[in-house]
């Protein structure tokens, strides 16, 4: 066998251990089409080069790729290039703080090594694509490592923080999970003082340190339905419950999660709950998704939609 057929053999060896955890020796040979014998040569070709390959024995042992001080080569597929370019690109223009300008060195790097047939797809994706975004508040890549690995190795985590009122506090938590918005990230967690679940905007976080305190996982709510849940009630004077004669789907395309919640309900009905300060404000945008309505609290909703059809009935009046 040709070296030139021996290195790309290595080099498929090592694009199959990137794509999951861990391979049987068996397993790799089939990919590969060679012995086991070939597998473990070709392993050890990897190892001498420093990739960190590490091999269990016994039943359901196998080939794993470890992580190590080398960054091993991205081996993609068509698709796979295709989708990583495209990501960069909006992930050149989103929300966490540094990223952008990363991810457009990434992408000029992915694009040097493209073959010119995969460079004129992605370019003709990016040539077809405008994003639109809203404004949002840019989040320190570093803090959402610190929190990411907070998250994983169940680590609790200290900050101050700023409440709506300006007012700021030293909080310690269990962190469980981070949920992104279209505008901004938030941190599910247990507060330790308060003994209780808490949504902490990560913006309003300051001096983020993880402490050498683990702690075990605990039983805790859905972490998206919790945060959508603190976002759409908690900061708001009013919360509406409004039934929609309309299939839940219909209006989830309507209202965004970080907006409203939309729950199930029967013959053809659904339940939107959505906050807000201003009872006008909630019967106008409610009124203006353009379904049967019955107001199930609070009562003074239903004055303000009168108020408002009274007002709608005089433009409609004038000439």
Same mark, same amino acid.
């Given at each position: 066998?040709?070296?030139? +057929?021996?290195?790309?053999?290595?080099?498929?060896?090592?694009?199959?251990? $990137?794509?999951?955890?861990?391979?049987?020796?068996?397993?790799?040979?089939?990919?590969?089409?060679?012995?086991?014998?070939?597998?473990?040569?070709? %392993?050890?070709?990897?190892?001498?080069?420093? @990739?960190? %390959?590490?091999?269990?024995?016994?039943?359901?042992?196998? @080939?794993?790729?470890?992580?190590?001080?080398?960054?091993?080569?991205?081996?993609?597929?068509? !698709? !796979?290039?295709?989708?990583?370019?495209?990501?960069?690109?909006?992930?050149?223009? #989103?929300?966490?703080?540094?990223?952008? !300008?990363?991810?457009? /060195?990434?992408? =000029?790097?992915?694009? $040097?090594?493209?073959?010119?047939?995969?460079?004129?797809?992605?370019? =003709?994706?990016? +040539?077809?694509?405008?994003?639109? %975004?809203?404004?949002?508040?840019?989040?320190?890549? !570093?803090?959402?490592?610190?929190? =990411?690995?907070?998250?994983?190795? +169940?680590?609790?985590?200290?900050? /101050?923080?700023?409440?709506?009122?300006?007012?700021?506090?030293?909080?310690?938590?269990?962190?469980?999970?981070?949920? =992104?918005?279209?505008?901004?990230? @938030?941190?599910?967690?247990?507060?330790?003082?308060?003994?209780?679940?808490?949504?902490?905007?990560?913006?309003?976080?300051?001096?983020?340190?993880?402490?050498?305190?683990?702690?075990?996982?605990?039983?805790?709510?859905?972490?998206?339905?919790?945060?959508?849940?603190?976002?759409?009630?908690?900061?708001?004077?009013?919360?509406?419950?409004?039934?929609?004669?309309?299939?839940?789907? $219909?209006?989830?395309?309507? %209202?965004?999660?970080?907006?409203?919640?939309?729950?199930?309900?029967?013959?053809?009905?659904?339940?939107?709950?959505? #906050?807000?300060?201003?009872?006008?404000?909630?019967?106008?945008?409610?009124?203006?998704? #353009?379904?049967?309505?019955?107001?199930?609290?609070?009562?003074?909703?239903?004055?303000?939609?009168? /108020?408002?059809?009274?007002?709608?009935?005089?433009?409609?009046?004038?000439?």
């Amino acid at each position: 066998m040709t070296v030139e +057929a021996t290195t790309e053999r290595v080099l498929r060896l090592l694009a199959l251990l $990137q794509r999951r955890p861990s391979w049987t020796a068996a397993e790799l040979a089939a990919e590969l089409r060679v012995t086991d014998r070939s597998v473990r040569r070709d %392993v050890e070709r990897l190892r001498a080069l420093g @990739y960190p %390959v590490h091999a269990t024995a016994g039943v359901g042992g196998g @080939y794993q790729l470890g992580a190590g001080t080398r960054l091993p080569p991205l081996l993609l597929d068509d !698709e !796979e290039a295709i989708a990583t370019a495209v990501s960069l690109r909006l992930a050149s223009g #989103g929300t966490v703080s540094g990223v952008g !300008e990363a991810a457009l /060195r990434a992408l =000029a790097k992915l694009d $040097q090594v493209m073959p010119p047939r995969l460079r004129a797809e992605v370019r =003709a994706v990016h +040539a077809a694509t405008e994003t639109l %975004v809203g404004p949002g508040v840019e989040i320190d890549a !570093e803090l959402l490592v610190t929190l =990411a690995r907070a998250c994983r190795d +169940a680590v609790r985590v200290r900050f /101050r923080y700023a409440g709506r009122d300006g007012a700021e506090g030293e909080r310690t938590v269990e962190p469980v999970r981070m949920v =992104a918005t279209s505008r901004r990230w @938030y941190l599910m967690a247990r507060d330790v003082d308060r003994e209780d679940w808490r949504t902490f905007r990560l913006d309003r976080m300051r001096d983020v340190v993880s402490t050498t305190w683990r702690f075990r996982p605990r039983e805790h709510p859905d972490p998206v339905a919790y945060v959508q849940r603190a976002v759409t009630e908690a900061p708001y004077r009013h919360v509406a419950r409004v039934r929609l004669h309309a299939a839940a789907n $219909q209006v989830r395309a309507l %209202v965004p999660p970080q907006v409203g919640r939309v729950e199930e309900d029967r013959d053809g009905w659904c339940v939107l709950v959505v #906050g807000g300060d201003d009872l006008d404000w909630l019967a106008m945008h409610v009124a203006r998704l #353009g379904f049967e309505v019955a107001v199930l609290e609070p009562p003074e909703l239903r004055e303000a939609a009168a /108020r408002l059809a009274r007002r709608l009935a005089a433009m409609a009046g004038h000439a």
